[in-house]
């Protein structure tokens, strides 16, 4: 029996072809996460320590220059702090929180991709399932129950679309959880990070 993926495709009926295409977009998102979570690309030890050593000995022009040269999402939430060091505290929290916002938004980006993936392809397997029983019926009640044979497409292809909707939604879900748990981990370390920041700088009272 012939198990290439182009035969099972075709004999799986037309839902086949979305199932296949949220295969493809959970597996690149996937991967872009994993690739964007990095720690060195949002919260890099190295950087951290550094900048909290030039802050520990006043040397806000240096921590500023670290900053302004890494990209990572940790030093835009630093870099923006020591730009208005000075200020009232209340202001530097403000611009804090605000950065940090958008850095959190970023990180949890194209994540809910995976979660609707995950909820979409076993739905679109189960609609083969009641397409591929559809066409077995109409077939049993024109040829009748006689000759096996002519109710096999029917059946193959409902019981293909229900294997593939899974196959593509369990992997989804335990990247989607994955991924998630890493995004809230380093967002939860930023926000830590942060407030070590707001108590080590020299803001002033509103």
Known sequence: MNFLLPDLIVRGGWLMYPIF???VIALGFFIERLFKLRRTRVLPRDLVQNVGDLIARRKYADAIYLCQGHPSAIARIYLAALRINGQPRQAIKEVVQEVGRREAAELEKY??????????APLLGLLGTVSGMIKTFDLISYYGVGNPGTLAAGISEALLTTAAGLSVAIPTLVGYRYVAGKADSLIMEMEEH?????????????
């Open 21 to 23: 295409l949220c295969s």
């Open 111 to 120: 994540v809910p991709v995976l979660s609707t993936v995950a909820s979409i």
């Open 194 to 206: 942060s407030i070590m920041l707001l108590e080590s700088l020299k803001g002033g009272e509103a």
